[in-house]
């Protein structure tokens, strides 16, 4: 099997009678004109692929054929708790199933129509998507945005605080500002919890997990077509892993080990900035 050295062979096959097949890990795939390759290789990615979402176990597992979506897809919030089940033909969703955190239903799509409808861990609903025939429906995704809401501010110390008391912010804030929307949870002025940003048409640009306001878990940002322009783990404020993208899904950067330079874009694809991390710690910033 002529394939690079990263690739592995599953042990043992999803279901009875089927034959092994690669699986690549998140820094080795890239998506390049809407389909998805091994990084270096010329031939859309035929496999499995697991891709983390934080340090408690939670999971996308994904299979590819062509580089597109095909067969079983899972999706994990932790190790035990399963959040989403789907089924795929060549791109095209055939069945799927989401679930609520308490395990009670939350969407499903069969024949290719229905809706799957996604929640964090904390219960809250962060989108749902509509499908026809197997296809995705166009159009705004995620819950409705509220009008208008008073946003904490940050005071000299680092600390969210009330626009008006200028005590610790301690709650559920929902938000527009310059037309994205920002949604989270603040304990005693620090972030906590999922921390979400959607861009003004609705898609997700944005998603990190915090703990007494440092990022503890998977942060994601995207474009505004869907790519991803990074994906990166942190434990307790510092850097596990980090992969960056171009727009149109070239790798940019890679700190496998927390060390190195992670370099990030804006949403129409130019450089925003370059940040030198040793060990997990950010040492040096650069803004374009």
Known sequence: MNRPIQLMVLAAALSAGCESVPKASINELETRGGLVYLTGDTQPYTGMHTQPLNINGGKIVTGYKNGRFH????????????F???????????????????????????????????????????????????????????????????????????????????????GQFDYIK???????????????????????????????????????????????NGERMVDAIFQRGRMVRATSWKLGGKVASKLPKGTGTLVLFYPNGDPRRESVYEQGVKVTRRVQ
């Open 71 to 82: 067969g079983n897809m899972e999706e994990w919030f932790n190790t035990r708790q399963r």
């Open 84 to 170: 989403s089940k789907s089924e795929w033909d060549n791109g095209e969703l055939l069945n799927g199933t989401t679930w609520r955190p308490d395990g009670t239903l939350g969407g499903r799509v069969i024949n290719g129509n229905g809706s799957m409808i996604r929640f964090s861990p904390e219960g809250l609903q962060i989108r749902e998507t509509h499908y026809r025939n197997g296809v995705q429906v166009p159009g705004a995704l995620g819950t409705p945005a509220p009008s208008s809401s008073s946003p904490p501010v940050k005071d000299a110390a680092g600390l969210y605080v009330h626009h008006q008391s200028g005590k610790p912010f301690h």
């Open 178 to 224: 310059e037309g994205c929307r920002y949604k989270g949870r603040i304990s005693d002025g620090q972030r906590d919890g999922l921390f979400r940003v959607w861009y003004t048409g609705g898609a997700p640009l944005m998603e990190a997990d915090y703990s007494k306001g440092k990022i503890n878990g998977r942060f994601v940002e995207w474009y505004p």
